[in-house]
């Protein structure tokens, strides 16, 4: 089963990816938290997307591609992923469903969440998240520990570089421009599902388990 969750920045696909895929038991495949991993070691992969993250810019779609299409050759992507963040344009998505018909998969569903720029901003400049384990925290709606340590971990807790104002807005820009008209992509190819993005999380959760179901 290949789940897509399309959204756009801040529209909770990290957040609502934990529970999809402890429900269904499926590997958690997220582009940016795999950039993300490079660049925090350092690794040429790394060192190579840095200047697109920093911007708010798309990584190149062939470098983007393979690291995904060898992602989902594991073994452990043979039942299924959910795809977090990928794909984001028209040619992603077209070498996604041709590398999957080697393999005689398909996508199963595209989970559209929709969510407004005005929360998207509201959501994104107050996120912080735990250095080491990963963890989420939101300044407002699910404050960070006051000594600044994470609450599971211990971990350091930060502010992604690319979650500043500015960067945010071109993040916003670039995603109506080039990942929103996959909306009608997939709608085209009767897998899109539309999900309410905005209210409390668990709600979100419920929305998406029902456009699973149905
Ligand atoms: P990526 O890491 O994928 O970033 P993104 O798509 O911009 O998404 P985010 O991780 O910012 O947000 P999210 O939707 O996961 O929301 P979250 O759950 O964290 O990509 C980063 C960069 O990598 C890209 O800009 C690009 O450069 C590159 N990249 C990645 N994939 C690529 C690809 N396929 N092609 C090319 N380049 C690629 O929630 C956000 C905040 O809101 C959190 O604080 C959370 O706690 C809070 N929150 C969530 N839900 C709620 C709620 N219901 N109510 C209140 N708060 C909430």
Redesign the pocket.
């Given at each position: 089963m290949i789940i897509i969750?399309l959204?756009?920045?801040?529209?909770?696909?990290?957040?609502?990816?934990l529970p999809v895929t402890e429900k269904l038991k499926l590997p958690h495949v997220?582009?940016?938290?795999?950039?993300?991993a490079n660049l925090n070691q350092g690794t040429p992969l790394g060192l190579e997307?840095k200047k697109?993250?920093d911007?708010?810019?798309?990584?190149?779609?062939d470098?983007?591609v393979r690291l995904?299409a060898g992602r989902l050759s594991e073994p452990d992507a043979k039942n299924g992923v959910l795809l977090?963040?990928?794909?984001?344009?028209a040619a992603?998505a077209e070498a996604l469903s041709a590398f999957l018909a080697e393999s005689s998969r398909q996508v199963a569903r595209c989970l559209s969440?929709e969510v407004s720029d005005a929360?998207?901003l509201?959501?994104?400049s107050?996120?912080?998240?735990c250095r080491n384990c990963g963890l989420?925290?939101?300044l407002s709606?699910?404050p960070p520990p006051a000594d600044g340590r994470c609450g599971r971990c211990g971990g350091e807790i930060y502010q992604?570089d690319?979650?500043r104002e500015e960067t945010i807005k071109n993040?916003l820009d670039?995603?109506h421009r080039q990942t929103s008209p996959l909306i009608h992509w997939y709608g085209d190819h009767g897998l899109l599902k539309a999900v309410d993005?905005?209210?409390?999380?668990e709600?979100?959760t419920r929305r998406i388990f029902a456009a699973l179901e149905d």
């Open positions: 969750l959204g756009p920045p801040g529209s909770g696909k990290g957040t609502q990816a997220s582009t940016g938290d795999i950039f993300r997307v697109y993250m911007a708010g810019a798309l990584v190149p779609d470098l983007v995904v977090d963040g990928f794909p984001r344009t992603q969440l929360t998207i509201t959501r994104l107050g996120r912080r998240i989420g925290y939101h709606f699910s992604r690319d979650d993040r670039v995603y993005g905005e209210g409390q999380v709600e979100i």
